[in-house]
């Protein structure tokens, strides 16, 4: 291990700047998550020149930062500043404003509200694989990344606005916000950097966080006028915000808007996109789910009455999320000075919580690189420290949006794995690239080969 201790403060290892710096750029997410693992779950300091951020990756660590003591670990901070130059202020802020539109959003994402979507959902993800059977005739494989993106941004887009964004207003908005995603990442390694000096991406992302702003103004300022009394997420935020604030501001509402859009749709298309590498190295998971979806669904249309029989794709997904959590990286700032895990932590310092980190720890987990479903097997009856697995953050910040995959990842796979067999024309080691959750620096390209259920 490569670390030192720091003598201003008692006990963290510290990973120094000529140690940390070309570890992070070479490949951030891996060795983030490596610098963690290597310290056995301790709390590290890393030396990145001008920031010096504490890495916490233990479970009762993580608990107490996102659980017990979370009044004093806030979102605000330097990490924060390239989200919110797009999301603004509301779910992903602090303070009054955060607890106002959580109180507004939390009802459109309770498991009984998604699931009065379900329908809808299965015929608008049905719809979207449809149109990938023109490859599946001409052999011409599909950018596996850029296909779950897709549709998981089309049923996102119509089942939570309804008709009040068109199909081009969509397309539209689907290119700008991956941008936008992505080109964040050089801000969210060197966070110090100052915004008076362009960086790589932040022209793609300036351009990118206009065009959105574009087309949800007025989308949001027709609504405003002409309350269709509907329930479809604007009209229901609009009447909300009325009815709590008296007015629905023009500014919170787009802020609602694009940060309910990020947690509904970035989370499952980065999950959904690393799961077809994953199956090619494990044929024998590709194997039992295929035969488990054959088995549920059989020639017939995926419903949402299937998912719940499911449950070998239901163990898939956890340890899909618990090797690629999307909330990669989940950045605090210490509001007092304070102690974790006997370690003083000055007001003001910046805390990085790792589910990365936490789901590789071999206090915790047997063989935690390997990819085993089986782990989750209800049989089994084991599982590690309740903060240990955190794919989607926990404590009174949980991500809203995980109702939401549990129901729209396994349509999207069951939909596609009932259809075709998908197979990776180009398997290669992926690169995990930080950005808004984490995704794979090259392209999965998948060939899809009809299913012929003739008899």
């Known amino acids: 291990m490569s670390f030192d201790r720091d003598t201003a403060v008692t006990g963290p290892r510290v990973l120094p700047f000529y140690r940390a710096v070309p570890r992070l750029m070479k490949d951030p997410v891996t060795e983030l998550a490596k610098m963690g693992t290597e310290a056995g779950g301790q709390i590290v300091r890393l030396d990145i020149g001008p ?42 802020g602090e303070g009054e404003g955060w607890a106002s539109s959580r109180k507004i959003l939390q009802p459109l994402f309770t498991a009984r509200y998604i699931a009065s979507l379900g329908e809808d959902m299965a015929d608008i993800i049905a719809d979207c694989v449809l149109e990938l059977d023109d490859h599946a005739r001409t052999g011409r494989p599909v950018d596996g990344g850029s296909q779950m993106t897709t549709i998981v941004n089309q049923t996102v887009i119509k089942v939570l606005f309804g008709g009040r964004i068109s199909p081009d207003i969509a397309e539209r908005l689907t290119p700008e916000f991956a941008t936008c995603a992505t080109s964040i990442a050089f801000r969210l390694l060197f966070p110090f950097a100052p915004y008076s000096i362009r960086v790589p991406g932040d022209r793609a992302f300036l351009a990118a966080a206009k065009k959105i702003d574009e087309i949800v103004y007025p989308l949001v300022e027709r609504a405003r006028e002409q309350d269709t009394g509907t329930n479809e997420v604007v009209s229901a935020l609009i009447r909300a915000r009325i009815e709590q604030d008296g007015q629905a501001d023009l500014r919170q509402v787009r802020d609602d808007l694009v940060s309910i859009y990020g947690a509904a749709s970035e989370t499952t298309a980065m999950s959904l996109t690393w799961l077809w590498s994953v199956l090619h190295d494990h044929p024998d998971v590709n194997a039992r789910l295929q035969e488990e979806i054959d088995e549920v669904v059989g020639e017939g249309q995926v419903r949402p009455a299937h998912v719940a029989k499911l449950r070998y794709l239901r163990m898939v997904l956890q340890e899909l999320v618990r090797l690629y959590p999307p909330g990669w990286i989940i950045p605090r700032q210490a509001v007092a000075d304070t102690e974790i895990g006997g370690i003083r932590i000055k007001a003001g310092s910046q805390v990085l919580v790792s589910p990365y980190t936490s789901h590789r720890l071999t206090e915790f987990w047997d063989r935690p690189l390997e990819f085993d479903p089986e782990r989750w ?71 899809l080969l009809p299913i012929n259920r003739s008899r």
Not at 75 to 84: A, N, T
Not at 389 to 408: D, E, I, K, N, S
Request: charged letters at 20%; aromatic letters at 12%; a positive charge.
């Open 51 to 92: 920031f010096r951020p504490y890495l916490v990756s233990h479970p009762d660590h993580v608990q107490q930062v996102l659980k017990t003591d979370w009044p004093n670990f806030v979102r605000e901070g330097m990490f924060w500043r390239p989200l919110r130059r797009v999301t603004g202020q509301s779910i992903l």
């Open 377 to 447: 097997a209800p049989e089994r009856n084991h599982r590690p420290h309740r903060y240990a697995f955190f794919p989607f953050g926990a404590g009174p910040h949980v991500c809203l949006g995980q109702h939401l995959f549990y129901l729209m990842a396994p349509l999207v796979i069951a939909n596609l794995l009932s259809r075709y067999r998908p197979v990776l024309t180009n398997p290669q080691r992926l690169t995990p690239v930080p950005g808004a959750s984490v995704r794979p620096k090259e392209k999965l390209m998948l060939k």
